[in-house]
């Protein structure tokens, strides 16, 4: 395989059905369309974690959330393990980072990166210390602010995400040939469409609020029960304050964040273009985890269902299958062993244990089948959740509670739980084998749990935490958070 210089774009709570090429009729993404049109889009995609900081830590080093230990969004990765740029940088390729990261802070070097420009961390390097609180789920009165303010106009965050493309752009056509002896490596991360649900105007005018589809499930009386998710609903209480006009403003406000979001992908492709280095340059896209968006009445993410823990991924360039779709599952940290192989620099025997495999392998059909894992100790979460896909069948196991089990050839909605029909006994034998294999959850469960309990005393307890307060997302750099 010819090294390649490579770029991977990780946009930020992006459901991967809100985008064309994954057969939304309505949505306009014609950038990633056209990337996936000439490369291999993969059908089977999870984020490792359903929420930001564990799921992007698990991305840098390749490792499950069990492993790594950064389990939420106040416990985040700082250098350590090594990440894939890491190890590009041990053997001369230059690694650049544009725009958010959510490590525990500014350290480039430590970091995994020659420069990070514009990175956006975590809260003054503490984060978000309520979702550590799980013993007692506190309510969050931030997430009733969804609804109200969804519509059109600006934010906070597209305004980093414009900053953030003109400097990609800056970037390719100014710093990029000063690396030419080696295959550079340049990380773009977007915020949108993580909420606020609030679009640039030319952006949602393209969704009227009266033609975008309604939430499947959304109805209160149509709403699947679960001890998990009926617990999460009453912790993230996102849908408290929605009122019907509230649910469409905010779907034709993601859907118009989603729109922009590929814009300004199509920004950094047009620079490639322009600048003959397109056809010789490898460009993964992908996110860090989906959006509920009203679906069974949730939205954010922290769920184990499709429209949460599923992701685009997208992978084009010099040896990738051009037209190709890959139902393999495959997860965030495959990155790990795709942008090593994707430089050309060698494997390190160090990372031999690593779950992970080259999709740039698994879209050539080179690589053996295994299971994929995705894990959940976070905010909202009563208990620790797990979830494995077993050739058509997603298992989702909690801690002390009912399993979840759905047959996706059968029910790609997930509107019928098998959990607990007998028929599928033997089924969900097999898959909690399988889990097993991967992580043992109980051991995985007391160790998060003992982690958030030291994290939460080391900031003076829990009532110190909520006298603190809390805010609702990360602002970007130079902007102060707000507490209520």
Same mark, same amino acid.
């Given at each position: 395989?010819?090294?390649?210089?490579?770029?991977? #774009?990780?946009?930020?709570?992006?459901?991967?059905?809100?985008?064309?090429?994954?057969?939304?009729?309505?949505?306009?993404?014609?950038?990633?369309?056209?990337?996936?049109?000439?490369?291999?889009?993969?059908?089977?995609?999870?984020?490792?974690?359903?929420?930001?900081?564990?799921?992007?830590?698990?991305?840098?080093?390749?490792?499950?959330?069990?492993?790594?230990?950064?389990?939420?969004?106040?416990?985040?990765?700082?250098?350590?393990?090594?990440?894939?740029?890491?190890?590009?940088?041990?053997?001369g390729h230059h690694v650049t980072s544009i725009g958010k990261?959510? +490590?525990?802070?500014?350290?480039?070097k430590r970091n995994g990166f020659d420069e990070e420009i514009?990175?956006?961390?975590?809260?003054?390097?503490?984060?978000?210390?309520?979702?550590?609180?799980?013993?007692?789920?506190?309510?969050?009165?931030?997430?009733?602010?969804?609804?109200?303010?969804?519509?059109?106009?600006?934010?906070?965050?597209?305004?980093?995400?414009?900053?953030?493309?003109?400097?990609?752009?800056?970037?390719?056509?100014?710093?990029?040939?000063? %690396?030419?002896?080696?295959?550079?490596?340049?990380?773009?991360?977007?915020?949108?469409?993580?909420?606020?649900?609030?679009?640039?105007?030319?952006?949602?005018?393209?969704?009227p609020e009266n033609a975008v589809p309604w939430p499947l499930?959304?109805?209160?009386?149509?709403?699947?029960?679960?001890?998990?998710?009926?617990?999460?609903?009453?912790?993230?209480? %996102?849908?408290?304050?929605?009122?019907?006009?509230?649910?469409?403003?905010?779907?034709?406000?993601? %859907?118009?964040?989603?729109?922009?979001?590929?814009?300004?992908?199509?920004?950094?492709?047009?620079?490639?273009?322009?600048?003959?280095?397109?056809?010789?340059?490898?460009? #993964?896209?992908?996110?860090?985890?989906?959006?509920?968006?009203?679906?069974?009445?949730?939205?954010?993410?922290?769920?184990?269902?499709?429209?949460?823990?599923? #992701?685009?991924?997208?992978?084009?360039?010099?040896?990738?299958?051009?037209?190709?779709?890959?139902?393999?599952?495959?997860?965030?940290?495959?990155?790990?062993?795709? #942008?090593?192989?994707?430089?050309?620099?060698?494997?390190?025997?160090?990372?031999?244990?690593?779950?992970?495999?080259?999709?740039?392998?698994?879209?050539?059909?080179?690589?053996?089948?295994?299971?994929?894992?995705?894990?959940?100790?976070?905010?909202?979460?009563?208990?620790?959740?797990?979830?494995?896909?077993?050739?058509? +069948?997603? %298992?989702?196991?909690?801690?002390?509670?009912?399993?979840?089990?759905?047959?996706?050839?059968?029910?790609?909605?997930?509107?019928?739980?098998?959990?607990?029909?007998?028929?599928?006994?033997?089924?969900?034998?097999?898959?909690?084998?399988?889990?097993?294999?991967?992580?043992?959850?109980?051991?995985?469960?007391?160790?998060?749990?003992?982690?958030?309990?030291?994290?939460?005393?080391?900031?003076?307890?829990?009532?110190?935490?909520?006298?603190?307060?809390?805010?609702?997302?990360?602002?970007?750099?130079?902007?102060?958070?707000?507490?209520?």
């Open positions: 395989m010819k090294p390649a210089n490579t770029i991977v #774009i990780l946009s930020d709570e992006h459901n991967k059905r809100v985008t064309g090429c994954y057969g939304h009729p309505m949505i306009k993404t014609p950038n990633l369309d056209k990337l996936a049109a000439r490369g291999t889009r993969f059908t089977s995609a999870y984020t490792n974690c359903p929420i930001c900081v564990p799921a992007r830590a698990s991305f840098a080093t390749g490792q499950y959330v069990h492993a790594v230990r950064c389990w939420d969004n106040a416990i985040a990765y700082e250098g350590k393990p090594a990440s894939w740029g890491h190890r590009l940088m041990e053997q990261l959510h +490590y525990q802070d500014a350290d480039a514009l990175p956006l961390h975590i809260v003054d390097g503490v984060g978000d210390l309520l979702g550590l609180i799980r013993d007692e789920l506190p309510v969050r009165p931030g997430s009733k602010r969804l609804g109200p303010e969804a519509g059109p106009g600006e934010s906070e965050y597209t305004k980093y995400d414009r900053d953030i493309a003109a400097h990609t752009v800056k970037w390719l056509q100014q710093d990029a040939p000063k %690396f030419g002896d080696k295959p550079w490596m340049l990380y773009v991360g977007f915020v949108s469409p993580h909420f606020p649900l609030i679009a640039p105007q030319q952006f949602y005018d393209m969704y499930m959304y109805e209160k009386d149509e709403r699947p029960r679960h001890p998990f998710t009926d617990a999460m609903r009453k912790c993230l209480c %996102f849908d408290d304050e929605f009122d019907n006009a509230m649910v469409r403003r905010a779907i034709s406000a993601y %859907f118009g964040l989603t729109t922009f979001m590929d814009d300004n992908v199509g920004k950094i492709l047009a620079v490639l273009e322009a600048s003959g280095q397109l056809q010789n340059t490898r460009v #993964i896209y992908s996110s860090d985890h989906g959006d509920n968006l009203g679906t069974r009445g949730m939205w954010g993410k922290s769920t184990m269902y499709e429209e949460s823990a599923g #992701i685009p991924l997208i992978m084009a360039g010099p040896d990738i299958p051009q037209g190709k779709v890959c139902d393999t599952p495959v997860t965030l940290v495959d990155a790990f062993q795709t #942008i090593v192989d994707s430089v050309g620099a060698r494997r390190d025997a160090r990372d031999a244990s690593l779950p992970g495999t080259s999709l740039i392998d698994i879209a050539q059909g080179q690589a053996p089948a295994r299971t994929v894992l995705s894990e959940y100790h976070a905010a909202g979460a009563v208990c620790g959740s797990y979830m494995i896909r077993h050739g058509q +069948y997603k %298992f989702i196991y909690y801690i002390g509670l009912p399993p979840m089990l759905f047959d996706l050839a059968a029910d790609p909605n997930e509107k019928k739980d098998l959990g607990q029909d007998p028929a599928y006994a033997t089924v969900r034998s097999e898959c909690e084998v399988a889990l097993r294999k991967v992580v043992d959850p109980e051991k995985a469960d007391r160790e998060a749990k003992a982690d958030q309990a030291a994290k939460i005393a080391s900031i003076g307890g829990k009532e110190a935490i909520l006298k603190r307060g809390t805010f609702r997302y990360s602002p970007p750099p130079g902007v102060k958070p707000s507490y209520f």
